[in-house]
């Protein structure tokens, strides 16, 4: 009897492909999209899908145990709650939501109905973020002091017209696009943070979201992540800096524009 998980993608860009493309044939049986041909297009490519631009449909199907949600920003926690109120369990990808609200709202419900939701937090299980953390494990770099990274990019010309510039469907600007990203790294080293300091800033691209951010986090113990995220960087960058007491670990580039990880 097959035992794997039947699941439903909702949202079939970019992301919605990138999913399909790492998981056994067959485990996508519903493709949802509000473009139907864009979800006839990505379930074509799972045998025994079902395509549909209903999200209701796709959430209520009893062939589907778990759903993967890869839409605009506003919409993440909506459709998440749906699922989890549905009893599916659920892989959203970051950010997850636009406000703290959703977040919570959506963490009861997934307690109260007894399903896994996940945040799609990807650089985790880069190879060179599962070394980094197995360094760290090994008490190699000795008490840790701080983390410090940077992570940008140069945006594109239109770039202020983009889905990601309007603050109803991103909630936001950098911060909540790579900066999300650079703080859960972050605080797989340093743990939880109980001091947040920093600012959010437009610099250069004409829109009313954010195009730099500056973050100063510090845990109950003191160490301290300094991050800073930009879509004016022009070269594309990731670096992320981990300093011990007796060892530093750099870890630089994500492959492609962003250069070799290693």
């Not at 997850?96 to 959703?102: L, P, Q, R």
């Not at 701080?146 to 990601?164: A, D, L, T």
């Amino acid at each position: 009897m097959n035992t794997s998980p039947r699941i439903a993608i909702i949202g079939c860009g970019l992301i919605g492909q990138k999913r399909l493309n790492n998981l056994p044939p067959g485990a996508v049986t519903v493709a949802c999209d509000l473009n139907l041909d864009r979800a006839r297009k990505l379930a074509a490519q799972s045998p025994g899908c079902v395509a549909t631009d209903s999200v209701e449909q796709a959430v209520g199907s009893a062939n589907v145990d778990a759903v993967m949600i890869a839409t605009l920003n506003s919409s993440l926690a909506p459709i998440a709650l749906q699922a989890a109120e549905a009893g599916k369990h659920v892989l959203v990808e970051k950010p997850g939501a636009i406000s703290v609200a959703e977040l919570d709202q959506l963490a009861s419900v997934a307690q109260k109905r007894g399903v896994q939701v996940r945040v799609g937090y990807n650089h985790r299980y880069h190879p060179a973020c599962l070394k980094a953390l197995e360094i760290f494990q090994s008490g190699a770099l000795g008490p840790m002091m701080f983390v410090r990274g940077r992570y940008g990019q140069g945006g594109r010309i239109g770039y202020e017209k983009e889905w990601r510039a309007d603050p109803k469907l991103s909630g936001g600007g950098e911060l909540i696009d790579q900066g999300v990203h650079l703080i859960d790294l972050a605080g797989i080293f340093l743990g939880e943070f109980t001091t947040i300091e920093g600012h959010a800033a437009t610099y250069f691209w004409k829109m009313p979201v954010d195009d730099n951010a500056f973050l100063s986090l510090r845990n109950a113990v003191g160490n301290t992540a300094w991050l800073h995220v930009s879509c004016s960087e022009w070269k594309n960058l990731f670096s992320l800096e981990i300093y011990g007491r007796d060892a530093k670990l750099h870890w630089e580039g994500l492959g492609g524009s962003y250069g070799v990880e290693r």
